[in-house]
């Protein structure tokens, strides 16, 4: 069962906070492109590359810069909407990862950065199989809370607390079995830690855009963030927060 069977309205979620998530989500390292070339054995500069609930295109344009010949899932209206904003050279179909709407063995390379578990996992794997060439490969990637930082870990317990929800968890398709329960296929996990140092402010944006956040309304979502604000500025007085992330990486080759 995928995080969007549990809760149907978190997949569609992001759509009308669409330009916060764009503005302020972070990113994704250099080593980390390395990895998934490393782990799929081609380099992604002329590799037809298929990004599986793109959002805004923040993973796309990475794949894009590296050369790839990219095209763009994404199901929701607010998210393809920025995203051709965005990126307007880059093509972006509407569709999901359940029901490609690509033809079959079309693609080197299957993405899917943050999303992969708002897909069924049982109609994404064989529809990532049909649409892959023979030795083609599936990448799977999530930002994850680097736990053993005492703050982050400390405003993760605070989140579990406010809201019900433990956000270490929420993203219930990351790890081998919750990605293909089937076994399917044979992933090769990698992890890549990175930073990045932002305002607190933008670092409350980017909390505000998760679906946590936006599904609960504004009332419980400002309250929260008005005193996560002050518990940070008093920690970082200087008003910058250094965001430390591992991303977690899965990578299959279709036989």
Request: proline share 2%; no cysteine; hydrophobic share 40%.
């Given at each position: 069962m995928t995080a969007a069977s549990f809760h149907p309205g978190?997949?569609?979620?992001?759509?009308?906070a669409a330009a916060q998530y764009a503005a302020n989500r972070p990113s994704y390292p250099p080593a980390l492109l390395d990895a998934v070339e490393e782990l799929a054995g081609r380099p992604l500069a002329g590799a037809r590359v298929v990004d599986i609930g793109a959002g805004t295109g923040i993973a796309t344009a990475l794949l894009h810069a590296r050369g790839a010949d990219v095209i763009a899932v994404e199901p929701g209206e607010g998210m393809a909407a920025q995203f051709r904003r965005a990126h307007p050279g880059i093509p972006i179909v509407r569709g999901d990862g359940n029901a490609l709407p690509l033809a079959d063995s079309s693609a080197d390379?299957?993405?899917?950065?943050?999303?992969?578990?708002?897909?069924d996992p049982v109609r994404a794997i064989p529809e990532a199989l049909r649409v892959l060439r023979p030795g083609g490969a599936l990448a799977l990637w999530?930002?994850?809370y680097a736990l053993d930082i005492p703050w982050i870990a400390a405003q993760a317990e605070?989140?579990?607390s406010h809201f019900g929800i433990d956000p270490v968890?929420?993203?219930?398709?990351?790890?081998s079995r919750a990605a293909d329960p089937d076994g399917r296929l044979d992933f090769t996990r990698r992890v890549v830690r990175w930073s990045r140092h932002?305002?607190?402010?933008?670092?409350l944006a980017n909390l505000g855009s998760?679906?946590?956040f936006l599904v609960h309304g504004e009332e419980a979502s400002t309250t929260f963030l008005t005193e996560e604000r002050a518990r940070l500025l008093s920690a970082f007085p200087e008003g910058t927060v250094e965001e430390t992330y591992d991303v977690d990486l899965l990578v299959a080759t279709k036989p």
């Open positions: 978190r997949a569609h979620s992001f759509n009308a390379l299957l993405t899917s950065a943050q999303a992969w578990h708002w897909t999530w930002n994850t605070r989140i579990q968890v929420e993203k219930s398709g990351t790890g932002v305002p607190v402010d933008t670092h998760h679906s946590i």
